[in-house]
């Protein structure tokens, strides 16, 4: 920790909101010494050694509970959530060349840099891309599952959306006789 960190920590801690609202006539003097690591102490208690700090109305600082300092050192973070809503959960998609259209949707639209993946049946078919619509091909008729992952710019998995089983329906190429 440097000095002129130290120096704002211990000014937070003797700024006490019952001090803060004194007028200027009730102010305690604050004195300040070095300890042996260089390191300032403040003090309203005079030691030997010790420098009286002018204090200036402009150099006051207004008292800050640890609950303020918690909210504001903490920051937000954002919660994605992705989805798929076509082809619909338990939809069937009739469609003999088997194209199969995709649409996520991702809430709140993602930042730049982020990239949408989408998996059938557990293999990555799409994507990277920078967003969540997709084409498939030739798909097998059958049951499927999709799945979308919203990676941030370092590749780091951000939200993933809930599975989505569709059917696949084709007309069959055996022929009657």
Do not use: W
Request: glycine residues 8%.
């Amino acid at each position: 920790m440097n000095q002129s960190t130290a120096l704002v920590l211990c000014c937070l801690c003797l700024a006490t909101p019952a001090g803060i609202a004194q007028e200027k006539k009730d102010d305690k003097p604050v004195f300040v010494t070095v300890d042996k690591n260089n390191v300032p102490v403040f003090s309203d208690n005079p030691t030997p050694g010790a420098s009286q700090l002018q204090l200036r109305e402009g150099n006051r600082m207004a008292a800050i509970t640890p609950a303020e300092i918690s909210q504001q050192s903490t920051p937000q973070v954002t919660q994605y959530e992705v989805g798929i809503s076509k082809p619909e959960q338990q939809g069937t998609v009739r469609e003999n060349n088997g194209t199969v259209y995709v649409s996520g949707k991702v809430s709140p639209v993602f930042a730049q840099g982020f990239r949408v993946r989408l998996f059938l049946d557990g293999q990555l078919v799409g994507g990277p891309s920078g967003n969540a619509n997709f084409i498939l091909h030739n798909v097998e008729r059958g049951e499927h599952q999709l799945v979308l992952e919203l990676s941030d710019q370092n590749g780091k998995i951000i939200a993933t959306s809930p599975v989505t089983t569709f059917y696949m329906h084709r007309a069959s190429v055996i022929k009657p006789k």
